[in-house]
């Protein structure tokens, strides 16, 4: 990204910038404009569903707050997918992450639920994040050692997650009124919220997460050594970087963010514990990173609009009488053009 | 426990196992030809609702299956189009085609949550006729069941006896060599990927207009990553995957068994099985060169420029 800019200097550093501005307009265009010929077959009215979402999302303060909202787990999901990218992983195992660190995060809520605030949010955050890291462990560490390949086990551990809550939920955590759910967590327990809006401390956890992976990737000597791990693996390993250490630590690390990510979706948006509760939020983040180059900014420009488009749908349902997963299909629709257009943002990790 | 419900229970694997083989089999043919896709999720759900939709307003459950399949083609032609054309990436294109899915099927089957149709026919096992009638009906079968495996054994006499499947699997070993072997890797991947879709989509339509006989919202339930799953499991050998699906589908059987023998042992554990078992296998061939994936899957075909 940055390093393709300095080495060829002839390119003026507005105008490529202005460009893309131009040309992801134009491709956010094209998917409205699919989109609303999909809807016109329908039967339903375009212009007025496109109203809709826009006053749903950027028209009022509380709508604006809801697209925050949704954007947390999207970041933070985009995050633990963009730093195991810099090492060369292919971290396709955010949706178990998520499901395990919300596992962990519960448990602590449950059992040490007389605890005031102030030592049970940060054990359960803490509790959240080694759940995700221990998830990442096993494909970093089979990794590693040269046994299987990342993407596969990541994904393959995705599928067992879901399935270790509902175990859990099932056996051990539901509420008396209702098998699918734990009780709702109490005060102590929930991440505290901003003025008037459902938007929650795990917004600060994404911002503070982005700025240091920045920091740390541009200005450290981990940086430094991480990506020329990424560059050549084995060049790294022969001038005495751990090339092991830093693979197997790396996705504990992608993983410890996604179960932050859990962690704040059980505590921060729900309150409560349900089963599957995620519906991709793990898939989506390693959209969001893979569409935005594994670029910090990039990943929060991209998550605004792919929140801004989820939160709509919110409102699609209740208007138009559309089920609500329809609104997958503009998301899918975005994310095609943005796909089938090359060298959208320079340099992308593949 | 007696004979008749361990029948019981194999007839329910076979069940729920063949809308699982036939996805397989399709994703055997498109990693074979290097294509790995994530989105079949996705393709299973819209052949599913519009296979499901077809048979609602035509009442015949046939037309139903022809447009399942020929719809979940079409569907992987928006995942060929993306990676062999314009080149993107293929963990991305599925996933994005996955979400594609759930939306469109829940559009398509909307008008259609409840309706009741009349499902495949049920055709018995050939010489079960003199069993008793209890027996027979566990082992009539409709038509997809009766063809999954000569369609897995097809699919191995083309992947493995056929020019064209040769050409495939160059395809999905080395695109370049290939390609100078007088072959056209794209096209040959968009043929794999327009078969594979096809069978995705048969395996939809028996979910949807054999075994369950109804609509409902995301359906699928995670089939599509089991079939990705199998895959590995079966090392993209389409017999294999014959194994693989009656273990996986297995599980769900043998939960079933222990349950009516009074065992209690949390479905959702059993549910893991397939998956640990698969990573477990895995870890067995450690590495081994000879075993693994197609040395080209999910890598971009740039062609001469």
């Given amino acids: 990204m940055s390093q393709t800019a300095k080495t060829f200097p002839r390119v003026s550093l507005s105008n490529p910038l202005v460009n893309n501005l131009i040309r992801y307009l134009l491709m956010i265009l094209l998917a409205l404009l699919l989109f609303g010929i999909i809807l016109l077959v329908t039967g339903k009215d375009p212009i007025q569903s496109y109203r809709d979402i826009f006053s749903a999302t950027l028209g009022s303060t509380y709508g604006f707050s809801e697209v925050l909202l949704a954007m947390i787990p999207m970041l933070l999901t985009a995050l633990a997918v963009a730093l195991p990218a810099r090492v060369g992983l292919i971290n396709v195992g955010g949706e178990g992450q998520v499901y395990i660190g919300a596992a962990f995060a519960t448990w602590g809520a449950l059992a040490f639920q007389n605890k005031p605030a102030w030592i049970l949010l940060p ?91 920045w920091f740390i990737m541009k ?14 693996a084995q060049a790294a390993r022969r ?31 729900y309150g409560v514990l349900l089963l599957n509760f995620s519906m991709g939020l793990g898939f989506m983040g390693f959209l969001i990173c893979w569409l935005a180059g594994g670029d910090p900014i990039g990943i929060f420009l991209m998550s605004f609009v792919v929140a801004v488009i989820t ?40 | 426990m007696s004979l008749l419900s361990i029948l019981g229970v194999l007839s329910s694997a076979i069940f729920s196992g063949t809308s699982l083989l036939y996805t397989t089999l399709g994703e055997v043919i498109g990693q074979r030809s290097g294509i790995v896709n994530l989105g079949l999720e996705g393709v299973l759900l819209v052949s599913a609702s519009s296979g499901f939709a077809v048979t609602v307003i035509t009442g015949n459950p046939f037309l139903g299956l022809l447009a399942a399949a020929l719809i979940g083609g079409l569907t992987n032609m928006i995942l060929g189009y993306l990676v062999i054309h314009r080149k993107a990436n293929q963990l991305a294109s599925g996933l994005a085609l996955m979400f594609f899915g759930f939306g469109l099927s829940a559009l398509i089957g909307k008008p259609y949550v409840g309706a009741r149709i009349n499902g495949l026919p049920r055709i018995p096992l050939p010489g079960t006729s003199g069993l008793p009638q209890l027996y027979t009906s566990l082992f009539s079968f409709d038509i997809l069941i009766h063809l999954s495996i000569p369609t897995a054994i097809l699919v191995w006499w083309i992947l493995f006896r056929t020019r064209w499947g040769l050409g495939l699997r160059a395809v999905g070993e080395n695109a370049d ?4 072997s007088g072959r056209d890797p794209r096209l040959i991947r968009y043929q794999a990927l327009f078969l594979s879709g096809l069978l995705a ?92 994936a197609p040395a080209s899957l999910g890598c971009v075909y740039h062609g001469t420029e």
């Avoid at chain 1, 000597?221 to 050549?232: H, P, Q, V």
């Avoid at chain 2, 060599?177 to 100078?180: K, Q, R």
Wanted: charged letters at 10%; hydrophobic letters at 55%.
């Fill in chain 1, 239 to 269: 001038n005495g970087i751990p090339l092991k250490g830093y693979l197997v630590t790396v996705m504990c690390i992608g993983g410890a963010i996604a179960g932050l990510a859990g962690m704040a979706q059980v505590s921060g948006f």
């Fill in chain 2, 177 to 180: 060599t290939a390609f100078a």
């Fill in chain 1, 311 to 350: 939160t709509g749908g919110n409102l699609l349902q209740l208007t138009q009488g559309l089920p609500y997963a329809v609104i997958n299909i503009l998301l899918a629709l975005a994310l095609f053009v943005v796909l089938a257009s090359p060298r959208f943002f320079e340099g992308k990790k593949a």
């Fill in chain 1, 219 to 232: 200005y450290t000597r981990w940086g430094l050594e991480m990506r020329a791990i990424g560059g050549n």
């Fill in chain 1, 123 to 213: 054990l359960m955050t803490l509790l959240g994040m080694i759940g995700g890291a221990l998830w990442a462990f096993v494909p970093g560490y089979l990794k590693s050692i040269g046994l299987v390949n990342e993407t596969i086990a990541t994904l393959l551990m995705n599928s067992i997650a879901p399935k270790i809550v509902g175990f859990l939920i099932f056996g051990f955590w539901h509420s008396p009124m209702d098998t699918v759910k734990t009780d709702n967590f109490v005060s102590a327990a929930r991440l505290p919220t901003f003025f008037d809006t459902r938007v929650h401390l795990g917004f600060v956890f994404a911002l503070v997460l982005l700025a240091l992976f």
């Fill in chain 2, 201 to 292: 989509g048969l395996g939809a339509a028996h979910l949807s207009i054999a075994y369950t006989m109804n609509w409902t919202e995301y359906m699928t339930a995670g089939r599509g990553f089991i079939a990705v799953a199998l895959v590995i499991f079966s090392r993209w050998h389409p017999m294999r995957a014959i194994v693989g699906a009656l273990v996986f589908s297995g599980a769900v059987a043998f939960q079933l068994l222990l349950q009516s023998s009074g065992v209690q042992v949390s479905p959702f554990l059993l549910d893991t099985i397939p998956y640990v078992l698969t990573i477990l296998v895995l870890i067995a061939w450690g590495g081994n060169r000879r075993q693994s």
